[in-house]
């Protein structure tokens, strides 16, 4: 989504409304750790000209992303009318609004090629207007009716760009419990959202922009007993513990682990540290009735009675992720403390006391954002199993080389297709460790890249005999005369210690070679968690350069393919 060389660092937001917005820029700036935030809020009122004005006095802070927070009263005047009922055909003042709402999407479109993203919070009234009630909701009538189909047009008209992001404003004040307006502080600064819909707001905006750049959360771990079901099943007993109707605390255990499947469901990966033994709480994970996870929802899973930070770490070594990707769920305040002192870099939040808000508290989790949802995440758990399987087999079979001929690799490699963008902008968004320059674009500032002449983007899908991975891998190169640059390279974690990376490697030096190279280049950026790309470039090239030799026709002999078959675009 934004454009940076560096995994984490400062990001300049600009805010534009027509209200003040200064309150959402100190929240932005304030309790920051990986995400990094400056903030210029321009002079309230100019959303036009800001928006249409490239020159325009605020853009000297050449911000990274862009925030349009308008309200609709005041940015649509013809709705100011429908609201007070100043108006003589109820026909003509929506076709007005929604006129109006055409120029302000416009107006949008065209800032957008200016940043890397924005943010459009959707529009919605202040709690207080109440409009008619049996005819609100009457089409073509009714204000929020039409504010809805204001919405919906923004909506539409934002869709061709993948670096516009709606926000969901409704969400954001149905979530409050209290006002989210202030018509007191409108009043007096033209401040018009109440402090506690500021927070809500920064905190949505802070969690969309780290999913953007690759810094969500991907696995929750979670504790069994008085987590995952109520009670202790190893005193308890299976029969014993509360887990499903007719029991109310039993149904609240049971649409906690709803939720988490959910979450499951759309590429979070799930897995288990209890204190239990082993053998008899997987039997209850499968055979309890009224369970709605079962062992195949869990990616792997450490039941014993050793500590927990050890478990994490393994789980960590496994799963093939960094720490920073993990979330502890864990009813014992003891755990949760040890967790938090031991390794920090595990989100570890509080649980709910009462049951009933178990389920909510995990649905209203935001560190999971994302920017896209395709076929690979949807697949996520499933993938894991397969890797299971493959280390299995590994550990039968012995030597390294052995196992690989074993899995029957295969390496599908294809020129970027507008099919496989969001997959391959997803990749280049969120890997961290295999991932050479650490670029974070948008899908389509990443297209638009590689539709230039002298750059080129290539895709790979991996399988084996266990499945399919998936588009697992990205790469691209830039010319210049006899000079190829490997300017992304990135694998995902799934393909990583499968001599995959070699294979692409390969690929490139080839293509390279076709394309009249005489030497290819990479440079790794200095990340805090990119230290496998690192190392597998300075094992490989000289100095960061290779010398092809152009008359060779072939992978160069330093890359092995032994395990992976190669397939062409015209295979593909």
């Known amino acids: 989504m934004i454009e940076n060389k560096n995994e984490a660092g400062s990001r300049r937001v600009l805010l534009v409304g027509d209200t003040t917005l200064d309150p959402l820029g100190r929240l932005l700036e304030r309790g920051q750790d990986n995400l990094l935030l400056r903030t210029s809020a321009a002079p309230y009122g100019q959303v036009y000209q800001i928006l249409l004005d490239a020159t325009h006095a605020a853009w000297a802070f050449q911000p990274d992303v862009l925030v349009v927070w308008t309200a609709p009263q005041l940015t649509l005047p013809s709705l100011e009318k429908l609201l007070r009922f100043e108006f003589d055909s109820t026909a003509a003042v929506h076709e007005a609004v929604l006129r109006e709402a055409e120029q302000f999407a416009d107006a949008v479109l065209r800032a957008a090629g200016r940043v890397g993203l924005v943010f459009v919070p959707t529009w919605l009234l202040p709690t207080h207007e109440r409009w008619i009630q049996t005819l609100a909701w009457r089409h073509g009538v009714g204000i929020t009716n039409l504010l809805a189909r204001a919405n919906l047009l923004l909506a539409e008209r934002f869709s061709g760009l993948q670096n516009i992001v709606l926000l969901d404003a409704g969400y954001w004040q149905a979530s409050l419990g209290r006002p989210a307006h202030d018509p007191r502080m409108y009043a007096v600064a033209k401040i018009l959202y109440s402090q506690s819909l500021f927070e809500k707001a920064a905190a949505e905006m802070k969690a969309v922009l780290r999913g953007s750049l690759g810094l969500g959360k991907k696995v929750i771990v979670c504790d069994l007993d008085n987590t995952v079901w109520g009670g202790i099943v190893g005193d308890d007993g299976a029969d014993k513990i509360k887990l499903g109707a007719p029991d109310p605390v039993g149904e609240c255990f049971h649409q906690f682990q709803v939720a988490l499947k959910a979450l499951r469901s759309r590429g979070v990966l799930l897995a288990i540290s209890s204190k239990n033994d082993e053998q008899f709480a997987l039997s209850v994970i499968d055979q309890h009735p009224a369970m709605a996870l079962r062992t195949n929802d869990f990616v792997a899973w450490r039941i014993n009675w050793r500590d927990k930070a050890e478990n994490l770490l393994s789980l960590a070594e496994e799963l093939n992720l960094g720490l920073d990707s993990f979330v502890f769920l864990d009813d014992s305040p003891q755990e949760r403390d040890q967790i938090r002192r031991v390794l920090p870099q595990v989100y570890t939040p509080d649980l709910p006391t009462s049951p009933s808000d178990l389920a909510p508290f995990v649905s209203s989790l935001s560190c999971f954002e994302t920017t896209s949802l395709g076929k690979e995440d949807l697949e996520r758990t499933e993938m894991y199993h397969a890797e299971r399987s493959r280390k299995v087999v590994q550990d ?107 294979a692409l490697l390969g690929y490139l030096l080839e293509q390279a070679r076709m394309a009249g190279a005489s030497r290819l280049t990479a440079s790794p950026v200095d990340g805090p968690r990119n230290g496998p790309a690192k190392a597998f470039f300075a094992a490989k090239f000289c100095d960061g350069e290779w010398a092809i030799d152009p008359a060779r026709v072939g992978v160069p002999p330093q890359i092995s393919l032994f395990e992976v078959t190669l397939e062409s675009e015209s295979a593909v």
């Open 396 to 502: 039968v079979g012995g030597d390294v080389e052995t196992w690989l001929r074993s899995l029957d690799i295969k390496v599908q490699a294809a020129p970027l297709r507008r099919e496989s963008l969001p997959r391959a902008a997803q990749l280049l968004n969120k890997t961290n460790q295999f991932n050479l320059s650490l670029r974070r674009l948008d899908e389509k500032t990443f297209w638009d890249w590689t539709e230039e002449p002298s750059h080129a983007a290539y895709t790979f899908n991996v399988s084996d005999r266990f499945g399919d991975l998936g588009l697992t891998g990205l790469a691209s190169l830039s010319f210049a005369g006899s000079h190829a640059e490997i300017v992304d390279f990135v694998m995902s974690c799934r393909a990583m210690g499968k001599k995959v990376e070699e």
